[in-house]
């Protein structure tokens, strides 16, 4: 109880080797999707705010004084 039977691997296998294994569409398109994923990724982190915008705390402040 409570590990994993060799029923379990095989069909951990079974699914790793048809969505990254083999010639076909699959494996090219979970490499565009880890691509799209690490560039979004990316993007939010290389974001910062322009001089005109403000930012979350200036934001927070101004909703505290309107309060």
Do not use: C, Y
Not at 27 to 36: R, Y
């Amino acid at each position: 109880m409570g590990g994993l039977s060799i029923w379990h691997w095989l069909i951990v296998l079974a699914i790793v080797l048809i969505f990254f294994g083999g010639k076909g569409r699959i494996p090219g398109l979970m490499k565009d999707l880890g691509q799209g994923v690490t560039a979004f990724k990316k993007g939010l982190k290389d974001e910062k705010p322009a001089d005109g915008q403000a930012t979350n705390s200036d934001d927070k402040q101004s909703m505290i004084d309107r309060s």
